[in-house]
């Protein structure tokens, strides 16, 4: 069955919010904080190629602007120059070498690019410098997970989520860590977790619905399945996976509605479900 993979639901990148300049040359540096400002503005409206010049304003009036290289990398990132993004976010740190935030847009950018190890040490200097930054945790899971460190995942999301213990997202992503040791138990107390806190969590519904399929309890499978789609009518996944289980229990004429469903949304999916039909139905969709 199709299932989502981990999402790192914190992957979103933090910006350094707005902070008033007080040091000695107060009036240079309140240009280079209108700079800034005006950057984050742009930046909020997603005209990244507007923010990165009004940051490099800032910087060009102050060029220890930690703040502003922070942002500055941010918007690169944006723009898929993630190699000039990583450089930035470093000197953000140089500039600044306790600036949490940074330390955690490094390593999320990190692993945006694949490179799973730098993700993971600079999300844990993220943390060394402020340690209840429930996000930071979140983001550390993820990468764990990617590197098949599942029980160091697990005490991650399970640290952010005493940090947060209302994070649906976070819920879920602790069920996902736990599903390669087949921990059902804590699968399912997460995922229930996850959707009691966000009803409208289709993802998490469809996640219901596996982890009931693998442990042959198909009624409910059907129920958390039909769930997802309602609140995501389009939801490829689980119109898959509530094929798959219709199949399982030889029901064909539900099995072939959503065939025609998937089809209709997307036939490559589609045709690797069903290959043919006769008399039966049988389940030829991959694993």
Known sequence: MKRASLMMVAIVFLLAGPQDATSQNATRQHTASGYRKEGLRYYDLRQFEKAAEAFKKALSLRPDYADAYNDLGLAYAAMGRHDEAIDLIKLAIYHKPEFAVAYFNLGSEYYRIGDLNAAVRFLRDAIRNKPDYALAFNNLGAALSESDAHIEAIAAY?????????????????ALASWPAEDYNRVFKHLKQAVSLK??????????GVAHYNKGQYTEAVASLNQAIKLKPEYENAIYNLGVVRLTLKQRYEAVAQYQRLKALNPNLASGGISTFGNELYDCWPS
Do not use: G
Not at 158 to 174: C, D, K, M, V, Y
Not at 199 to 208: G, I, S, V
């Open 158 to 174: 399970e640290q952010a989520l005493r940090l947060r213990p209302s994070w649906a997202q976070a819920h879920r992503n602790l």
């Open 199 to 208: 009803p409208d969590y289709f993802e998490a519904y469809n996640d219901l």
